[in-house]
């Protein structure tokens, strides 16, 4: 089964889109480097800011027919002939492809707000093309909406990025909560909460190692610490020249935190375990 990592959380600016990204690629380029023969990636924004889509591929202008938007609205029958033709190739390197968002999405919210099976319909149709690839990655807005839910009915591991901040126990035991509600409800066995990423760690201030220790004792979210991104200026050069920070700076700290996690993720990969 491939794998499919969605990134989720309901707080905005805690580097969800840097991450599904980041992922995304260092996952291509670590099944290059070590010479897997089934190497694409896939990329989804389900976000109608289109952040994930702008980075990768230095575009902002899909509209109804090209675009995650055109799969949701696609009958059920051609949805996956959609899907597939709506992918475009990212800038960044070419096994890593995207499946772009478009502002439309959130008028798609609205439209299939009432229409029966709403929630599978990326599932459904990236069923039948995840074979395709080694593994995809879903990049979603910052809050628990009906696009969001649709990625985790899509997925088989969340992963819930969150800043020092924002490390209050019960916030993120109600992240936990809502995954957990949608696998069980949605009757989705494969989902399943691979960890919580910290992003933004700035070993400066006091507060964050407070927060991060008290994470790391906490009897039930401790257990699912993944990785810890510093905080890093590099992130936000490569974003607005619209590089891949692997890219812009390999040897930034935030860099080579990222490697980690996805060396890691990769290797669970391949082994199939979780």
């Not at 992240?175 to 989705?188: A, M």
């Not at 910290?198 to 401790?222: A, C, F, Q, Y």
Request: glycine fraction near 8%; hydrophobic fraction near 40%; charged fraction near 20%.
């Amino acid at each position: 089964m491939t794998r499919i990592f969605v990134l989720t959380n309901h707080k905005g600016g805690v580097g969800k889109s840097t991450s599904a990204t980041t992922i995304a690629f260092g996952i291509t380029s670590l099944l290059r480097h070590t010479g897997a023969t089934h190497g694409r990636v896939l990329l989804i924004d389900t976000d109608s800011q289109g952040h994930a889509t702008l980075v990768t591929t230095g575009r902002n202008d899909f509209g109804a027919e090209n675009s995650l938007y055109a799969v949701l609205s696609a009958e059920r029958a051609t949805a996956a002939q959609t899907l597939a033709q709506c992918i475009v190739p990212s800038t960044w390197d070419e096994h890593l492809h995207v499946l772009p968002a478009s502002a439309m999405l959130e008028g798609a919210e609205r439209e299939l707000m009432r229409v029966a099976g709403a929630p599978y319909r990326l599932a459904d149709p990236l069923s039948k093309i995840a074979a395709h690839y080694a593994a995809i990655v879903i990049d979603t807005r910052p809050s628990f909406s009906l696009m969001t839910e649709m990625g985790l009915i899509a997925a088989t591991d969340a992963i819930v990025p969150v800043e020092p901040r924002y490390l209050e126990t019960v916030g993120l035991m109600s992240v936990i909560s809502k995954i957990n509600d949608i696998r069980e409800g949605w009757r989705h066995p494969h989902l399943r909460i691979s960890g919580i990423l910290v992003t933004k760690m700035d070993s400066r201030i006091r507060g964050h190692h407070h927060l991060l220790n008290e994470l790391k004792t906490h009897p039930v979210l401790g257990k699912l610490l993944i990785g810890v991104i510093p905080a890093n200026e590099a992130v936000s050069y490569a974003h607005h020249s619209h590089q891949s920070l692997f890219s812009y700076d390999p040897k930034a700290p935030a860099s080579k935190a990222y490697a980690q996690l996805v060396s890691m993720l990769v290797r669970q990969m391949t082994k199939g375990g979780a």
